[in-house]
């Protein structure tokens, strides 16, 4: 059988990127929003539903397991659509999904609305990221994915905060019809600013999964798993850990996340940066001053100045990784951009669900609220060794293979002499 040749690289669309990749921003806004508010809404979630703060907490690792597994399937379905209209039909899902969640009269029927929110995130986000680096020039493609993901920090800054504090004021519920509205939003600006015809060609199934057993793809796909399993088994339980351990109030936990999602801003665009200039020098630097933070909040959360100066910098250091990780799979699974892109999403929510439960495990099994930092820190451990591993097999096939070719060239050209 012949080799299917390689899927060309597209061309930048014409026009000023701004506007449609600020579409894609809003809403990644809203799915960001939606994602992450619950964490600040689960006590009074809990007690509404009657369940335990842990088996509130299974309503992150729900959604992230939808997005983990329920997403691929999702961008498999849109593959043959053009791409413009698969993002719209995606945000058609997500906003459904909210509507179900706000009006959920039960635990089981809410981890429901949950999954069915989740199944768009991961294919969006895919998506998203390789349309958003289709339409700037070569050089610009990550920070073009930083721009979108702004969004998704911003609701960090925004969304979270204020969905904590109008969930305080007016119930848990009320967080998730307005993000029904701002999905309306976002989906509106994507069919105003997308271009009606975008140069990312539809997925090629066969192609795609054939490109995706690269050493390199995978160790980046692990790399993302095990970032976010060492962010989430931590940040999960914020609210109570605030509560219980640094001692603020609903208001001051408000306040907490409002600088964590500034921290989060502010590392979406160093991440962008960090992976146009030196992408993986970059997320073994990250990854190591992570760790010694990590171990170092299970001592600064008993005060509340150490507490927010370290929730500040984790911020900073947890988002500048997410840019360059998905730069890192795009570009090493060139001919699998659109699923390999979806499946990175998948893997850092897979990460997300598996730091939530290990997280609950912990708490559960008596593992005081203080300590659990100890756990994110040992997580993020492992995440440093497979990206040392990663780069030092880049390091090495960068140096001998070349070296190998020529070899082979050589003798080749030995054995066609007279």
């Given at each position: 059988?012949?080799?299917?040749?390689?899927?060309?690289?597209?061309?930048?669309?014409?026009?000023?990127?701004?506007?449609?990749?600020?579409?894609?921003?809003?809403?990644?806004?809203g799915i960001g929003t939606t994602e992450f508010v619950?964490?600040?809404?689960?006590?009074?979630?809990?007690?509404?539903?009657?369940?335990?703060?842990?088996?509130?907490?299974?309503?992150?690792?729900?959604?992230?397991?939808?997005?983990?597994?329920?997403?691929?399937?999702?961008?498999?379905?849109?593959?043959?659509?053009?791409?413009?209209?698969?993002?719209?039909?995606?945000?058609?899902?997500?906003?459904?999904?909210?509507?179900?969640?706000?009006?959920?009269?039960?635990?089981?029927?809410?981890?429901?609305?949950?999954?069915?929110?989740?199944?768009?995130?991961?294919?969006?986000?895919?998506?998203?990221?390789?349309?958003?680096?289709?339409?700037?020039?070569?050089?610009?493609?990550?920070?073009?994915?930083?721009?979108?993901?702004?969004?998704?920090?911003?609701?960090?800054?925004?969304?979270?905060?204020?969905?904590?504090?109008?969930?305080?004021?007016?119930?848990?519920?009320?967080?998730?019809?307005?993000?029904?509205?701002?999905?309306?939003?976002?989906?509106?600006?994507?069919?105003?600013?997308?271009?009606?015809?975008?140069?990312?060609?539809?997925?090629?199934?066969?192609?795609?999964?054939?490109?995706?057993?690269?050493?390199?793809?995978?160790?980046?796909?692990?790399?993302?798993?095990?970032?976010?399993?060492?962010?989430?088994?931590?940040?999960?339980?914020?609210?109570?850990?605030?509560?219980?351990?640094?001692?603020?109030?609903?208001?001051?936990?408000?306040?907490?996340?409002?600088?964590?999602?500034?921290?989060?801003?502010?590392?979406?665009?160093?991440?962008?940066?960090?992976?146009?200039?030196?992408?993986?020098?970059?997320?073994?630097?990250?990854?190591?001053?992570?760790?010694?933070?990590?171990?170092?909040?299970?001592?600064?959360?008993?005060?509340?100045?150490?507490?927010?100066?370290?929730?500040?910098?984790?911020?900073?250091?947890?988002?500048?990784?997410?840019?360059?990780?998905?730069?890192?799979?795009?570009?090493?699974?060139?001919?699998?951009?659109?699923?390999?892109?979806?499946?990175?999403?998948?893997?850092?929510?897979?990460?997300?669900?598996?730091?939530?439960?290990?997280?609950?495990?912990?708490?559960?099994?008596?593992?005081?609220?203080?300590?659990?930092?100890?756990?994110?820190?040992?997580?993020?451990?492992?995440?440093?060794?497979?990206?040392?591993?990663?780069?030092?097999?880049?390091?090495?096939?960068?140096?001998?293979?070349?070296?190998?070719?020529?070899?082979?060239?050589?003798?080749?050209t030995l054995e066609r002499l007279p």
């Amino acid at each position: 059988m012949a080799a299917q040749p390689s899927a060309p690289s597209p061309a930048p669309a014409r026009g000023n990127p701004r506007l449609p990749l600020l579409a894609l921003a809003a809403a990644a806004f809203g799915i960001g929003t939606t994602e992450f508010v619950i964490m600040g809404l689960l006590p009074q979630l809990a007690g509404d539903l009657h369940v335990t703060i842990p088996q509130a907490g299974l309503l992150v690792t729900g959604y992230a397991l939808s997005v983990t597994f329920g997403s691929p399937f999702l961008a498999v379905a849109t593959a043959h659509m053009d791409r413009r209209r698969a993002l719209l039909a995606l945000m058609g899902v997500f906003i459904l999904g909210n509507l179900m969640c706000a009006l959920a009269p039960s635990y089981w029927l809410l981890m429901g609305a949950r999954v069915l929110t989740a199944l768009c995130h991961g294919a969006f986000f895919g998506l998203g990221a390789v349309v958003a680096s289709a339409l700037v020039l070569p050089g610009r493609k990550a920070q073009a994915m930083a721009m979108m993901f702004a969004g998704l920090t911003l609701a960090n800054v925004l969304g979270v905060p204020a969905g904590t504090a109008l969930g305080e004021a007016m119930g848990w519920r009320s967080p998730f019809f307005v993000v029904v509205a701002i999905g309306i939003a976002a989906a509106l600006a994507l069919a105003a600013f997308l271009p009606r015809t975008i140069a990312v060609p539809p997925m090629n199934l066969k192609r795609e999964a054939r490109s995706l057993g690269s050493p390199q793809v995978l160790f980046a796909m692990a790399i993302s798993i095990v970032a976010s399993a060492s962010l989430f088994s931590v940040f999960t339980y914020i609210a109570p850990i605030l509560q219980t351990v640094t001692g603020l109030s609903t208001h001051g936990v408000t306040l907490m996340l409002l600088l964590f999602g500034i921290g989060l801003t502010c590392g979406n665009f160093l991440g962008g940066w960090l992976a146009d200039w030196r992408l993986m020098p970059s997320v073994i630097g990250i990854i190591a001053v992570i760790i010694p933070l990590l171990a170092s909040f299970a001592l600064s959360s008993h005060t509340v100045v150490p507490a927010a100066l370290t929730l500040f910098v984790w911020g900073v250091l947890a988002f500048a990784l997410v840019a360059p990780l998905q730069m890192r799979v795009v570009s090493e699974a060139a001919k699998a951009p659109n699923l390999a892109s979806t499946l990175n999403q998948g893997a850092f929510n897979f990460g997300n669900a598996m730091g939530a439960w290990a997280g609950g495990v912990a708490l559960t099994a008596g593992l005081p609220y203080a300590d659990l930092p100890f756990m994110g820190a040992g997580i993020a451990t492992a995440g440093l060794g497979l990206a040392i591993a990663s780069y030092a097999l880049e390091r090495f096939r960068a140096k001998w293979i070349p070296v190998r070719v020529k070899k082979m060239r050589h003798n080749n050209t030995l054995e066609r002499l007279p």
